[in-house]
Structure formats: C-alpha cells, structure tokens
C-alpha cells in the first residue's frame, strides 16, 4: 500500500468517529504494514503463488532452482531468513522446509522420539504456525526500524531522506516465504489426512508433502524396514491433501509425492487389481512370488494369477509381502508417473545416496510420460556426503584408468585426503551438486532436512568446551558475541530481536507521554550501537 495514502484513509475514518481522537493516523498505517498476513491463509495463498511462479521459472531454465533449510523453532527460521536478506538482498527462491524427522526428535510432548509418526499430529501444525509467527515478527522489527528512521529524517527537516525511506517500506520485502511441510504418511487414513492437511494449511502451508509409506509402518526415509502402500491408497490421501487445498480456497497449493520405495522392500498389501495390467495388477507384478504346484499344500496363503500360473507371494512371519530384489528403481518410476498423473505437483524420490546420475535415471524415465517432471531433493545429513563423493571420483578415477594407488577406498573419509587432488575433486562436486543436479536430474527444489539439529549441536559443543574449559568467559566473548558484533548478527541486541523496540513504540501509540519505556540510556542494548 502506498504509505501516505493509507495515512490519509485512516484519517478520514478516525474523523467519522468523534471519539477516537487520541488515535494516530500514521501509528495506525505502521501497524497495518507490519501485519500484512492476517490469518495462515493469507500466507498459504501468498507462498502457493511464489512457488507457483519459481516452478515455472525453473521449466523455462534449470539455473532457476530453489533451496532450503530444514527449521525445528520459528527462531531458527527467522535469523535463517535475517541472513538471506543480509547476505543476499532478497528472500527470491529460498524456502523454509518443515521436517517430520525434527518435529519427532525435538518438538514432541512425549520427548525425543524416532521418525515413526509416534509424534502428536497436532505438533505439527502448530511448528508451522510458530515459524510464520517469527517471521511476521521479523518483519514488524525491521519496518520498526525503517518507521524510525523516517522519525530521525523528518525531525531533522531532511525531506529527501524521509522520502527514500518512505519508497523503502513500500517496496518492503517479507521474511514470509514459502514453506514445505512434512505431513509424513499422512498420521492414519485418507480422512484423517484430510483433517491434518487442513490444520497445515490454515496454519499457512502452501506445499506438503505426504510419502507412500503405511502409517502406522512409517520409518524414516534412511533407514530399514519401511512399508509401501498400493497405489490406490496413496493418490486417496493425495486427493485428500487436494480437497483440503481446494477448500480453504488455496486453488494452487502444491502436494509434492514422495516414494521410498527405492529402500522399501515390502507391501503390507496385494493391491487390488480387476484387470490384467491395470495399476494394481502392475504394483503386484513386482512382488516376490512362487510358483503353487499343489493347491493341497497351501494353508491361510493368498494365491495371484500371474499370466495364467498360481502364484504365492511369499509372506513374511511379520505378514507382510516382499518385493523381489532390484526392482526398487521400477517402482519408483511407477510410483511417480502415477502420483503425477493423479493430481501431484512435484515428486521426492528417497534415495540412499547423493548420486546424480541414479537420480537423473529414473527421472528420465518418468520424464519420458510427463515430460515436465520435477523434483523436490533431500541433500540429507544421512548421507556421508565427503565419504560418497570421494568414493565417486576414485570409481571414475578408476574406470578411466587414472592412477589411484595413493588412495585407499576404505578409508577416504580421512583427514590425510583434504588436500589431495581427489579430495578437492569431491568438494568441487559437492559444491556444485545442487547446481548439476538441478539442470541433470530435473530437481527443482534442494533442502536439507536437519542441518540445524546439526549446527546447534555442534556449535554447543564449541561453547561448552571453551567455557567450561580454561577460556572461561573468553570462551563465550571471543567465540560468540565478538563474532556476532562484527559480523553484524542481528541477534547480538538481544532485546531488540525479542520485540522491545516494538513494545516501546506502542507504548507511545497508546500512551504518548507518559509511556514507560525499556530504551532509554540505562538500557544496556546501547553499548552495541556502534
């Protein structure tokens, strides 16, 4: 809205209304820009339409690929966005992502908890609505900050100054950005999914992303034991997941697909199938079966025609059916043409590793019936991502017969190898991995599920061992503050970042005068002015 013609409504509303007269115009418009989203909804339609426009950008070129961090407190997601636009200038393609994973391990009542979907349902909306909450606040302090400015400018008479930032508000850009959100298998069946993805999106989600795995089999992406469903289960939630989009009025949300079923050996059901080569009877084709020669044999067994044979599935004590082995990249092809074809937008193909080319393999192949196919990737912590990549280039070292006698395979992950010429190899790959596999493999979006579980850990550990160490206070000055006051962390004035600013400017909105205010010169904030 333009600023001074927002000023000037108001002021004609508070002269239809005698008795709000202590009422200021400006403080009134101050407040409107710094809640532009009122409700999730406003948020879930402003982001579905960002992406909506990254993914179009990225058809029309693979350089336009968009990225994120996996965020478990709306702190973490505010200074991550604080940063970009520090850093960067512009919030453009960077996505907050909401991790399933991260919501068991951190933010469940019952305590830290494995990805099973142990985790209250309800625990997850409400981390999306405590992220956007954050990031609204961000903006509300940095528009704080401008409306002061503009205060400084004008009592100083400069005309000019007060005008430019005047242009600055207007033309603000929002922390609010895109937000991928974990719905994992979608906590239950079709309807309970439905009910989920509404608290998400009325939360503010404009993206989920819901996995083939059953419910109540869930396991983490990275680890064994994970359960498929048939295809028919899966695009039911995903049409849930659309219905609740469709009716809260979020008409361009994004479901994005994921399969695990490169890692997932087993089915806890035959899909239905009515006739030959329709996608149950494609899902079944993939099971490991025997051949019945004597029906007499059989007990409690569950018999399939293939081609015109009896065959049994074989069963596991756990009752559940097994795949035969290999076929994990084929039903990960299927799994993605089908949920594509069924109203999905984008696709997550778990894999065990970051390698572009088995990647850009099935996505060819997909590519080859929905030609547009993209893909949301997860450049996981899970993966050694040094050990992977140094191991990737001794192997293509070794087939184009370049000498690799000096390295040993097994243990490349060693320090001795940083600074070898196939050590700098694989960090070049590496850095440019999000960037190859975009234009290769058809990934549109890279995240990180739980890089900042990771750097939190880590950057304890630093502060633990150096204060309770010999450093003591040094420990914290020389390691943190020191830092954040020259590298302009916003954080460092912790008081302002807490809302005391803000605080202090409604006190004078709602008191004038005889405001009490926390920023005056005993508070101790002013020593970081400088």
Same mark, same amino acid.
């Given at each position: ?471 003591? *206070?040094? /420990?914290?000055?020389? @390691?943190?503050?020191? +830092?954040?006051?020259?590298? =302009?962390? &916003?954080?460092? $004035?912790?008081?302002? *970042?807490? /809302?005391?600013?803000? @605080?202090?400017?409604? +006190?004078?909105?709602?008191? =004038?005068? &005889?405001?009490? $205010? ?13």
């Amino acid at each position: 809205m333009a600023y001074k013609t927002d000023i000037r409504q108001i002021e004609d509303l508070i002269a239809e209304n005698a008795t709000w007269s202590g009422i200021t115009p400006e403080a009134v418009t101050r407040m409107r820009l710094q809640n532009r989203f009122k409700t999730g909804l406003d948020i879930a339609r402003y982001t579905a339409d960002i992406m909506r426009r990254d993914m179009a950008a990225y058809d029309a070129d693979p350089a336009n690929y968009t990225q994120s961090l996996g965020c478990w407190h709306g702190f973490i997601a505010q200074q991550k966005m604080i940063s970009i636009k520090k850093h960067f200038g512009t919030t453009k393609g960077r996505y907050l992502y909401l991790s399933g994973w991260m919501v068991a391990a951190l933010r469940s009542e019952f305590g830290p908890l494995p990805d099973q979907s142990m985790h209250e349902k309800t625990s997850v909306p409400a981390l999306i609505e405590e992220l956007y909450t954050f990031l609204r606040q961000a903006d509300a302090r940095e528009l704080g900050m401008l409306f002061r400015e503009i205060d400084t400018a004008r009592a100083a008479g400069d005309i000019a100054r007060e005008r430019q930032l005047q242009h600055a508000v207007e033309t603000y850009q929002t922390h609010v950005v895109p937000i991928i959100a974990d719905i994992d298998a979608g906590f239950g069946n079709a309807e309970a999914t439905y009910l989920l993805a509404k608290k998400m999106i009325e939360a503010g989600a404009c993206a989920l992303q819901i996995e083939n795995q059953v419910s109540d089999e869930k396991q983490c992406g990275h680890q064994d034991g994970k359960v498929t469903v048939p295809h028919e289960d899966f695009i039911a939630k995903i049409r849930a997941c659309r219905y609740a989009f469709l009716e809260l009025g979020i008409d361009n949300g994004i479901i994005v697909a994921r399969t695990d079923s490169l890692g997932a050996g087993l089915t806890k059901q035959i899909a239905v199938s009515t006739q030959a080569g329709d996608i149950g009877d494609l899902y079944n084709s993939y099971l490991d079966c025997e051949e019945v020669a004597d029906i007499s044999s059989l007990n409690g067994d569950v018999i399939i025609n293939r081609g015109g044979k009896l065959m049994r599935p074989k069963r596991l004590p756990s009752n559940l059916y097994q795949f035969r082995e290999g076929t994990g990249a084929d039903r990960c092809v299927l799994d993605c043409i089908t949920s594509l074809q069924n109203g999905a937008d984008l696709l997550w193909i778990e894999t065990e590793k970051p390698h572009i080319e088995q990647i850009a393999g099935m996505v060819d192949r997909v590519r080859a019936v929905v030609p547009d196919a993209k893909l949301v990737y997860n450049n996981s912590p899970s993966f050694n991502w040094t050990l992977n990549f140094r191991q990737q280039v001794f192997d293509a070292w070794s087939q184009a017969g370049k000498d690799v006698s000096a390295y040993d395979r097994a243990r490349l992950m060693s320090v001795d190898y940083d600074a070898t010429p196939l050590g700098q190899e694989a960090d070049e790959r590496i850095r440019t991995f999000q960037r190859d596999a975009a234009a290769r493999a058809g990934i549109f979006h890279h995240l990180i599920t739980l890089p900042t579980y990771h750097t939190a850990a880590l950057s304890t550990d630093n502060l633990a061992k150096a204060y309770f160490g010999e450093a003591g *206070m040094l /420990g914290y000055v020389k @390691g943190v503050q020191r +830092k954040e006051i020259r590298e =302009g962390i &916003a954080c460092v $004035k912790h008081q302002n *970042m807490a /809302g005391s600013d803000l @605080g202090d400017d409604h +006190k004078d909105y709602f008191a =004038g005068e &005889a405001a009490l $205010k926390a920023g005056g010169s005993h508070n101790t904030m002013n020593q970081f002015a400088a």
